[in-house]
């Protein structure tokens, strides 16, 4: 099992930036696979983006070219580096790790991208 922590969220003006943060209590190295969903209210929870322990990468098409996930192995963290945000880009914003076939959750941080 593990524990995830989500920090970086906040408030922020179109154009901007935001890094999002996401904490384990173990190693990275043992999680399969991390990555970020983000929820908006009367929406169902999308993925924006994961990585595998190798480092493979995946993303949402609207979020392609402005958005990179990157791990810190480390500091048992992944990063959510967002760029050029847009008001469409506000939702709780929650960590995701799958370890053999189980999945884990934060407990979200809250972006909101105004005009």
């Known amino acids: 099992q593990v524990q995830l922590v989500e920090s970086g969220g906040g408030l922020v003006q179109a154009g901007g930036s935001l890094r999002l943060s996401c904490a384990a209590s173990?190693?990275?190295?043992?999680?399969?696979?991390m990555g970020w969903y983000r929820q908006a209210p009367g929406k169902q929870r999308e993925l924006v983006a994961h990585?595998?322990?190798?480092?493979?990468?995946n993303y949402a098409d609207s979020v392609k070219g402005r958005f990179t996930i990157s791990r810190d192995n480390a500091k048992n963290t992944v990063y959510l580096q967002m760029n050029s945000l847009k008001p469409e880009d506000t939702a709780v914003y929650y960590c995701?790790?799958?370890?053999?076939?189980?999945?884990?959750w934060g407990q979200g941080t809250q972006v909101t991208v105004s005009s």
């Open positions: 995701n790790a799958v370890i053999n076939f189980d999945g884990y």
């Open positions: 173990r190693s990275i190295f043992s999680i399969n696979r």
């Open positions: 990585i595998t322990n190798g480092g493979r990468t």
